[in-house]
């Protein structure tokens, strides 16, 4: 069955690699060692073109870790995608494109292999999100695709900037770049986290494959921004009002997935939660703590798409969690790993998630901020709690709606075993990265009240949800349609494409190409049209030539 397997061969390869790449970083780590490979491309006299690869141990740790993923999603997509069909091999190497762009991100301080990387993350994620080739998902990719250019637009304006200075490498020259050029890396960067307001791609991406959805919203193409910024965390001075951003963003999310029943888009909303909290965590100056918890969400959040994955795989492609009830009986590993990773995700103790949003919110404390930060940090706290309970109550404790239990079963088979390793990885990763970074060493100092505020929080969002339940009757349907609907985001979009169509000069014929019009369509007909009237002119008799002559001659004169 092996033999020709690509399936199997990459996955061998990719987790190969994580491990050597993860113990080179303990190393690297252990003796703060820096490495630059420098590789000439091309030089002739002075001009030199070179890559450079920077190696140090959070380039390493984050590369090991998301080459671990991939493997356990590889190995995974085997029994889910099958493996011997055409279509399989090329979701295949379309996954593995995808980590070799976001490869080229993560191990280059050059602004030019960084554009490489993200802008083949831009492009292979548009073309794993259209896979199933239907008009909800085309849709989705062009939303998708389109957002992240607005990313690759802010950093071909900083590399066009900085080409002025003299040189790409970012890490070589932090004092002599300008900061707005950072600036402007990290406005770039909020497109690909999905922070307000590119946030309505998100859960549009949801229209890919399953396997891709745990890649790309754990450890890859959301993440690819947040990692960014970390490297470029001690050359930005960061505002203020980005904080506001990045509130606004957790608290959008989790009240949104308080009202979604689609189970892939409850949890690319719970995503794009901790990319909030992420995000404000690296505002308020705490970039290890930010990268310690990108490290411990991949690992639970790929987990929490592979068990959705294995529900919608085994219920006849059904992601309504209305019909769901029950699916403890028949899947009851299935159910035990879902619920380990939804646990991690509101920070029950001593799991992975635990360790690293503790933290974060402990130390943010002592950061001097105001009671609005204080409060909306908490409340979207226990929303996070509040929607994971409302996903358990759907999934596993409200009555059954489906329709057959008999293709249901929980053999041990590949899906099994790649979220038996993460759901490993999902309880000993956090305690296991808080030892190896030494962040134990940290001493804080706490009244009782505030250091249990955090469970009484988690606490309270559980209680909240299960109280929402019985809104239905509260409040009116446009309430829900608000909520549900990512406070019309979409809406707004549309609203700026009809602003844009009416102030456009093409308006009045009533054509909806107007893109196209004043874009490649326009530019190709007057072309044509240009062509066969010089081909006219030149096609006709002596006396046009020396008329034409004569009037250009006057002109000249």
Request: charged share 5%; aromatic share 22%.
């Amino acid at each position: 069955m092996f033999k020709n397997n690509f399936y199997y061969l990459w996955f061998i390869v990719l987790l190969i690699l994580s491990l050597v790449l993860f113990g080179i970083s303990l190393y690297l780590g252990y003796n703060s060692y820096i490495y630059l490979l420098e590789y000439n491309l091309y030089l002739f006299n002075s001009l030199s073109l070179c890559y450079l690869l920077f190696l140090d141990w959070i380039s390493l740790s984050f590369v090991s870790v998301v080459l671990f993923i991939s493997s356990m999603v590889v190995f995974y997509s085997m029994q889910y995608m099958g493996w011997s069909s055409y279509s399989s091999v090329r979701f295949l190497f379309l996954v593995l494109l995808f980590v070799f762009s976001m490869f080229l991100m993560i191990m280059s301080p050059n602004m030019i292999s960084i554009l490489l990387g993200w802008d083949g993350l831009g492009l292979v994620s548009y073309c794993l999100v259209i896979y199933y080739s239907s008009m909800k998902s085309y849709m989705a990719g062009l939303i998708t695709c389109l957002t992240n250019r607005l990313g690759d637009v802010g950093l071909l304006i900083s590399i066009c900037w900085m080409m002025s200075y003299g040189s790409w490498h970012f890490l070589f020259y932090p004092s002599f770049f300008s900061e707005y050029i950072y600036l402007l890396v990290a406005l770039s960067c909020f497109t690909k986290s999905a922070q307000i307001p590119f946030s309505c791609w998100l859960p549009a991406a949801m229209a890919a494959p399953t396997p891709v959805s745990a890649l790309v919203h754990s450890s890859t193409l959301v993440t690819a921004g947040v990692y960014l910024l970390i490297r470029f965390y001690s050359l930005i001075s960061f505002n203020s009002y980005l904080i506001f951003v990045s509130m606004i963003t957790m608290t959008l999310s989790s009240v949104c997935a308080l009202f979604e029943y689609d189970l892939k888009k409850i949890v690319a909303l719970s995503t794009l939660s901790q990319l909030g909290l992420m995000m404000m965590s690296l505002f308020l100056g705490l970039s290890e703590l930010c990268y310690f918890h990108l490290i411990t969400h991949a690992m639970f959040k790929s987990l929490l798409f592979l068990c959705s994955g294995i529900f919608i795989y085994y219920m006849n492609n059904t992601q309504d969690i209305r019909s769901m009830g029950f699916v403890c009986m028949n899947l009851p590993f299935t159910t035990a790993c879902f619920n380990i990773s939804s646990l991690s995700l509101c920070g029950i103790p001593f799991l992975a998630g635990f360790y690293s949003k503790d933290l974060i919110i402990e130390m943010s404390l002592f950061n001097n901020c105001n009671s609005f930060v204080f409060i909306i940090f908490y409340f979207s706290l226990g929303l996070t709690a509040g929607y994971s309970l409302r996903l358990f109550f759907y999934t596993m404790v409200y009555n059954n709606n489906f329709n057959s239990f008999s293709l249901m079963d929980d053999n041990l088979d590949y899906m099994k075993i790649s979220i038996f390793i993460l759901t490993i990885f999902s309880v000993i990763i956090g305690s296991l990265i808080i030892w190896m970074m030494n962040f134990d060493l940290l001493f804080l100092l706490f009244p009782l009240y505030m250091k249990l505020m955090t469970l009484c929080f988690v606490i309270l969002g559980m209680w909240f949800s299960y109280e929402s339940f019985f809104f239905d009757k509260l409040f009116s349907i446009k309430f829900y349609l608000f909520n549900n609907y990512m406070w019309f985001m979409y809406s707004h979009s549309f609203y700026l494409h009809f602003v844009f169509y009416s102030l456009s000069f093409n308006s009045k014929t009533k054509v909806l190409g107007w893109g196209e019009y004043y874009g490649a369509m326009g530019m190709s007909f007057y072309l044509v049209k240009l062509s066969n009237l010089l081909q006219f002119y030149f096609s006709g008799s002596i006396s046009m030539f020396l008329l034409m002559f004569m009037f250009w001659l006057m002109i000249l004169v």
